[in-house]
């Protein structure tokens, strides 16, 4: 386990080479901050990163990544030193606002166990929206208790976003933590979507932007995931560099996704209204009562078109080496003046839209409409 370990970390550094320097140089030149913000694309290892950090804060040996070696590193590997505390988001207790439910305590230490095992895996505690106040709190009160350690305390917020959740009450409690910061301890704030948290928290942050994976880097995983060699290229492209989208897309039946691919492309690049009017109907419904269902699927539209792109500037795509090349192929052919980034930032307007409750029968036809006149200028 501890090699298998070190080979993700360091198939991570190289992946996340520029990143992993910034850090590195953070701690080598011990400018070390209160607090920072990982932010980037989803799925691109920033939590990961976010413990390689903190673990390199406590090494017992000071090189230019964790050691894995020392009683300090493997504690942190497995979530379980004494100077870390992980937030995350929780749903609020049914019984008691200061008590977490036992239910949801059971899943979130078996989230927590699956998490130190894999890095890359993704806590998800159902029904958890938002990061609860009362976390908050519990976090003021044991990072301002004296510590007979020398461990730097450390804390880690995946999806620091949902402290703006509500009336913001979580994200005005952590300011006045970030206003006066306790001595010898940092906060990591990881999020996919940095425009969401109140600028009085980014201002007294440093940030780090996290770009995605390289689809090198994701092949390279999915082969240490013993996914078989015909499926790579395939699930490497439609993952677009989130490696929580790879490893979703492992146990799919991609067959059934590409017909679904190809069902959306028909029904919005036709001019048959009646097309439209069921296509509608059915993503406003999906939007509505399976919001997570259309993000995944206007995703895969994104990165098709984002694939079309690039065949016709001749940059290279894994898209191009699966069944998809040929309608790749016949799409540039049939529409050679096509205004593809314009598209793809049409269904990127879309997939906000379910986040800003905009009515979405509506948001949908105007979408179409967009695209057809973007199909030929």
């Known amino acids: 386990m501890v090699n298998q370990k070190m080979t993700e970390f360091q198939n991570l550094f190289k992946a996340q080479q520029k990143i992993w320097k910034r850090i590195y140089d953070i701690v080598d030149n011990k400018k070390i901050g209160n607090a920072y913000i990982f932010s980037g694309s989803e799925g691109s290892g920033k939590e990961a990163l976010a413990i390689a950090f903190g673990q390199l804060l406590n090494c017992n040996y000071k090189g230019t ?5 020392c009683s300090s590193c493997i504690r942190f590997n497995k979530l379980q030193h004494e100077s870390l505390n992980l937030i995350v988001p929780l749903p609020q207790s049914r019984t008691s606002k200061n008590e977490m439910d036992n239910s949801v305590l059971s899943i979130l230490n078996q989230e927590i166990n699956t998490k130190s095992a894999d890095h890359y895996y993704k806590i998800k505690i159902p029904k958890a929206k938002r990061i609860l106040i009362q976390s908050i ?6 990072l301002y208790l004296k510590s007979e ?11 620091a976003h949902f402290l703006s959740a509500g009336q913001a009450e979580s994200a005005n409690a952590l300011l006045k933590l970030l206003e006066e910061p306790p001595s010898n301890t940092t906060l990591i704030l990881v999020t ?24 090198s880097f994701i092949q390279t995983w999915l082969r240490s995931k013993k996914v078989a060699e015909e499926k790579i290229f395939l699930i490497s ?3 677009g560099g989130n490696i929580h989208q790879a490893r979703f897309l492992i146990g799919q039946p991609l067959t059934d996704l590409i017909n679904q691919l190809n069902e959306i492309l028909r029904s919005i690049l036709n001019k048959n209204p009646e097309l439209w009017y069921s296509f509608i109907n059915a993503y406003s419904r999906m939007a509505n009562v399976k919001p997570d269902s259309f993000k995944f699927y206007f995703g895969f539209l994104t990165i098709w078109f984002q694939s079309v792109y690039r065949k016709k500037m001749g940059m ?14 016949k799409f540039n052919y049939k529409y050679n003046n096509a205004r593809l980034l314009d598209i ?3 269904l990127e307007d879309v997939i906000f839209a379910i986040q800003d409750n905009l009515y979405m029968p509506l948001r949908l036809t105007n979408m179409i409409l967009n695209i057809q006149k973007l199909l030929n200028p």
């Open 344 to 346: 793809v930032l049409e």
């Open 65 to 69: 990544r964790p050691c894995e070696k």
């Open 137 to 142: 709190r519990a976090l003021r009160k044991t």
């Open 149 to 159: 350690q020398n461990f730097r305390k450390i804390v880690l917020i995946f999806d």
């Open 192 to 215: 996919d979507y940095k425009e969401l948290l109140l600028p009085t928290i980014i201002s007294r942050c440093q940030s780090l932007g996290v770009p995605k994976f390289s689809d």
């Open 316 to 329: 290279s795509d894994p898209l191009h080496k699966t069944e998809l090349g040929k309608k790749i192929d």
């Open 237 to 239: 492209g439609l993952s």
